[in-house]
């Protein structure tokens, strides 16, 4: 591997990864209930997760009706695990910090968008989802 690329992989002593998830994810009957302080505490929640599981988070973005994040992970990670992670501590938190939001049956809808990337399109993907503030 030359000096150039070892910056984007991760290394153990058994493999060399690249591992980028985009995931896009809404709460319940997609309501815009993520602004203000809710926006603020999930944008930290997610920061916590990340240095705590050794994610690196690329680029993350969050709507009043959805929440885009990109990650590079480790291989030992499953897409299903994080996204578990994130939203279940999200919404044990948010909930019990916010009492709005125990109006809603659930914060999250059950279900989620994931997809990898190669080192080719993470650019791309990270200013995809810095540009969703305009919209």
Not at 98 to 123: D, I, V
Request: glycine share 4%; proline share 6%; charged share 25%.
């Amino acid at each position: 591997m030359n000096k150039k690329n070892q910056g984007i992989f991760r290394t153990n002593p058994h493999s060399v990864t690249l591992l980028n998830y985009h995931f896009v994810w809404c709460p319940k009957r997609r309501k815009a209930v993520l602004t203000g302080k809710v926006k603020m505490r999930l944008q930290e929640i997610i920061f916590d997760l990340c240095g705590e599981n050794n994610w690196r988070l690329i680029a993350l973005e969050i709507m009043p009706d959805h929440v885009h994040m990109f990650l590079e992970v480790d291989p030992t990670f499953a897409p299903s695990v994080i996204i578990k992670r994130v939203k279940g501590r999200a919404s044990h938190y948010l909930r019990k910090e916010f009492p709005q939001l125990l109006k809603l049956p659930t914060l999250w809808s059950p279900s989620y968008f994931c997809s990898t990337t190669g080192n080719a399109s993470t650019e791309t993907v990270k200013k995809y989802i810095e540009n969703q503030k305009g919209k």
